[in-house]
């Protein structure tokens, strides 16, 4: 091992480094004794297969975590200049794992720790071993400047299903500062079918990941007396058999299905499809969206680098609704999206979604409602709302801006964001077969409910195709009832409602 250490003491030391093991450090269980780390079949699985690219996809409290910390401590002490960086989904998490790193570190000789594993502290979470000019940091994803302008060899980002809706621009950064030969690795439990690690997890084989998947049965604790088990289930048969699952198992897994509800396969996995599909926060009805998923149809017209996309041209005796949800504009953060629904059905027409500013939006919207026969044009006018809607009304001079309350545009407050929603929800529910978008439908599936019943993007999503939706069909609900007065062509909604309800 080269370092700047000198001295056979040291050299000794160092020597004894390289032959220090996993099973050498020392954790806490869950009894909170204190013991030597010994691999359970998670970790031993694991251990087996990784490679330097892994998502992993687990039950709760199976181990990963304690292991990919105990191996990346290892080679941070063993090879000197390493930077080792995990990165947690809140500040108590990230806490957490660094208890579990400081204490591999404490419980080694103090001749070590005086020696050969020196270290000096430059902050919080952050282990310096001055002797070997290497590094052990654990930050939080809540962090944006989390791993910004360092050079990483060893990478963990823990529970990415639950990091901050900046999680997909937050990974990119953390993976661009891995060297080539780095190990990356990315776990979680799952949190819904959407977000970054939902994606993440179905795109690895085209991005050169290894997948690892442990279902709660690996954990040796998760057993309880079958004193009481009587009958099986035939579900719970063919678990026991196809994976030689015992009666006390069984006895857990009825245990965690009370304590947990709809919740439980998620929390608890058991192959990595369901559990993804488990979420009971999701908003949608996530049979189907699958199902809609499946049955889509491809759109007829892809224009404007396929940020513009047609599944129904514009017909020249019908009218129509643009529900818009704008965004900043810059090469991050959230997308502006514009839907073009048929005002009398509510069926998805087209859909505009990308990084726009505000003029260019209005400029694309405009050109969009034109050519949907002068289409009510209805823009959140909210934050960057209000640029578009003035480049709408004094530059593309458009005439056909939705109003309500005297104020051209739409509010989405404390009020309206449920209600929309809700309609939006009940639409879906009825028929989902109106909406053709995949990164709508995949919005859908990753919009979870928030306390006052509406919903929003679940961690590391997005929801501005949702929004867009919502706000076109409420708009388009509006007029079909007669209950709007601030837009021209709203006539003939006698017609229009007995189209809807053939339709």
Known sequence: MTSKIKGSDLDEQCN??????AEDLRIRDKRGELVQLKRNKSQAQFERDAGSRNIVLKARQVGITTWIAARFFLRTIRNPGTMTVQVAHDHSSAEAIFRIV???LENLPEEMRRGALKTSRANVRQIRFSELDSEYRVESAADLNAGRGLTIHNLHCSEVARWPREAVEAL???RAAVVPHGEIVLESTPNGAGGCFYEEWQNAADTGYGQHFFPWWLEDSYRRPARGLRELTDEERALMREHGLTREQIAFRREIRRQFGKRAPQEFAEDPETCFLASGDCLFDVELIEQALRARIMPVDSEWHGELLTWLVPVSSANYVVGVDPAGGGLHGDFACAQVVH???????????????????????????????????????????????????EVSRYENLYQAKGQDGWDTNTLTRPEMVSWLVTVFDQRPEMFQ????????????????????????????AVMAMAIAQSVAREIRRGGHKGVRNVTDRDRENRLYDAV
């Open 102 to 104: 400081h204490r591999f």
């Open 437 to 464: 978008s995949e990164r709508l439908l995949r919005e859908c599936r990753a919009f979870i409910r928030r306390p006052d019943g509406s919903g929003e993007a679940a961690p590391g999503a997005h929801d501005d």
């Open 343 to 393: 005002r009398a059905t509510g069926m998805q027409c087209a859909e505009l979604y990308g990084h726009f500013t505000p003029k260019e939006l209005a400029e694309k919207v405009a050109t969009l409602g034109r050519r949907y026969n002068s289409a009510v044009i209805a823009v959140e006018r909210a934050n960057h709302g209000h640029g578009v809607l003035m480049h709408l009304r």
């Open 16 to 21: 004894w480094i390289e032959r220090l093991r």
């Open 172 to 174: 990119a950064s953390l």
